[in-house]
């Protein structure tokens, strides 16, 4: 009898414990807690403005860690500080901000561990940390991802809550390093270029060979206010600001050096390029280079540099843009008199 109590006391003990755990299980591991929040049909997670005036973003998703920072200035709107200093682009950050803007909210849940765990955030498969000039942050981590009914989690510090979302309709997990660096070498509109002048070799008073002058009745003019021909300089800038490097030599090969320092010390033409805002950025245009590289399967007179002296490394460029040199001439571009055309 004593056994068959001991044993039923046990078992007693066992099932208490047993329902006890199972429950606990289930509370924690399986049952998200939903928020008191009323969600609007149309209602976002962000508004518009809500992000202005950033100065930092970090990137993160399986392909890499990516920070970017807005330096202020108007050489560059964004830089890459991480994983590497390099010159960002701007598209892949609108784009992922445009995402953020049209984050359509489903159902909200409290931010706490036990929905954290059941959405996968707390090992989440994007992480987008955004700073404005105010010093005011947003984490926001995107989790669990439903293929059958095009959703998703995020959780959002600045919100307090966890946001069951639609799918995004970009897929930022494919974002790598070379969506983030600008391969344009002036990445500006041209409506933002107030004038441009070239010099052959180093920049000096004496080896100036045209500015053109864009005036606010959006003719051309030269430094002296004579008319140019508007059509070829515009031409002649869009030409410029299209040229894209085929690399950006962070890693600078030994045949390269010599070319590097050439470059920067004795170049074979200076172009000077004033934006709207009053900044002046000067590039250093090299000759075609004579050795090639073998590192990076550049041939012999296959590639020219470009320093821009703003930036720390150069631009290896084709040479197919080296024509723009090639072809250059500061007569052309002059508007000749009308009584010239008759003669």
Not at 28 to 55: C, I, R, S
Request: proline content about 5%; glycine content about 2%; hydrophobic content about 40%.
């Amino acid at each position: 009898m004593v056994k068959s109590h001991t044993l039923s006391t046990f078992l007693f003990v066992f099932f208490i414990l047993f329902t006890f755990t199972v429950a606990l299980y289930s509370d924690f591991y399986q049952a998200p807690k939903v928020g008191q929040f009323q969600v609007k049909e149309t209602q976002l997670v962000f508004k518009d403005g809500d992000f202005e005036n950033l100065v930092e973003i970090r990137f993160k998703n399986r392909l890499g860690d990516f920070l970017l920072n807005r330096p202020g200035t108007e050489f560059f709107e964004w830089q890459l500080t991480k994983p590497r200093l390099l010159p960002a682009a701007t598209a892949p950050i609108y784009t992922i901000l445009n995402q953020l803007y049209k984050l359509k909210v489903r159902k909200i849940y409290e931010l706490e561990p036990i929905n954290t765990y059941n959405f996968s955030l707390d090992t989440p498969v994007l992480e987008v940390d955004l700073k404005n000039q105010d010093g005011k942050t947003w984490a926001i981590r995107f989790g669990l991802s439903n293929s059958i009914d095009n959703s998703t989690y995020i959780s959002v510090n600045a919100k307090d809550a966890i946001f069951h979302i639609d799918g995004l309709s970009e897929n930022l997990e494919t974002m790598d390093l070379a969506r983030f660096i600008e391969s344009k070498v002036a990445p500006y509109p041209p409506e933002r270029v107030k004038s441009i002048a070239f010099y052959r070799a180093e920049k000096k008073d004496n080896s100036l060979m045209i500015k053109a002058i864009h005036k606010d009745n959006k003719e051309w003019v030269d430094d002296s206010d004579n008319p140019l021909q508007e059509d070829l300089v515009n031409e002649l800038l869009r030409e410029f600001l299209s040229i894209k490097a085929q690399a950006i030599l962070d890693v600078i090969p030994e045949n390269a050096q010599a070319n590097i320092i050439k470059t920067k010390t004795a170049p074979l033409w200076t172009m000077e390029v004033e934006l709207a805002g009053g900044t002046i950025v000067e590039y250093a245009i090299s000759d075609l280079m004579e050795k090639p590289i073998p590192e990076l399967k550049i041939e012999k007179r296959s590639h020219f540099l470009i320093n821009a002296k703003h930036l720390q490394y150069p631009y290896l460029v084709s040479k197919d843009y080296f024509k723009l040199w090639e072809q250059f001439s500061a007569q052309r571009l002059k508007k000749l008199p009308i009584k010239k055309l008759f003669y």
